[in-house]
């Protein structure tokens, strides 16, 4: 058997840090999302774009209902130290998938280095985390595309160690 403590493969990386704010159908809050979301990450979010027709909700398609930004790299890593010490560095189990975790951060205010805008008012925003491992391209590559193997796959004992060792999160069990 193979000892996994020093293989490189085996070692994981953040592959992206999504940011995404919910506004409905109200353009006024979701050009303040929009400018919000440019602040805390320095780039130009999108707008989502509804695609089902759903009347009791008053929803057509086309109609924008929200806006997201995608952080990749060494911003990504500095943008999720800045996120976590916004919810104390404390997640739920709940919250941690294989290979990903979510959270949701309730204020705006609670990110370090933001202050409070009359403009924006109080708004809250949700962060999606992606993990990756050295050799997960396969399964994006144009050519030959392929599935990582299950001994490759990233499983939610191994996020939860690297989130306590990377970041210092505590887990909770609730």
């Known amino acids: 058997m193979q000892d996994n403590n020093n293989n490189r493969m085996r070692e994981l990386m953040i592959e992206k840090v999504t940011l995404n704010i919910g506004t409905g159908k109200n353009p006024e809050k979701l050009e303040k999302a929009v400018l919000l979301l440019e602040r805390i990450t ?3 979010p999108i707008k ?11 929803l ?3 109609l924008p209902v929200g806006c997201v930004v995608t ?6 890593e500095i943008l999720l130290k800045r996120l976590l010490e916004g919810v104390e560095n404390t997640l739920s189990k709940k919250q941690i998938g294989n290979g990903t975790f979510s959270f949701g951060i309730k204020e705006y205010i609670d990110i370090e280095g933001m202050k409070y805008d009359p403009e ?3 708004m809250g925003l949700e962060a999606s985390v992606t993990l990756e ?6 399964k994006k590559r144009r050519l030959r595309q ?3 193997g299950k001994k490759h796959l990233i499983t939610k004992e191994e996020t939860i160690k690297f989130l306590q060792e990377k970041f210092k999160t505590r887990i909770r069990e609730d």
């Open 48 to 58: 989502t774009i509804t695609n089902k027709r759903i009347p009791s909700w008053n």
């Open 133 to 138: 491992r050295k050799g997960f391209r396969i």
């Open 60 to 62: 057509r398609p086309g």
């Open 120 to 122: 924006i008012k109080v």
């Open 71 to 76: 952080i990749r790299k060494k911003k990504a």
């Open 42 to 44: 320095d780039a130009k």
């Open 146 to 148: 392929r599935s990582i």
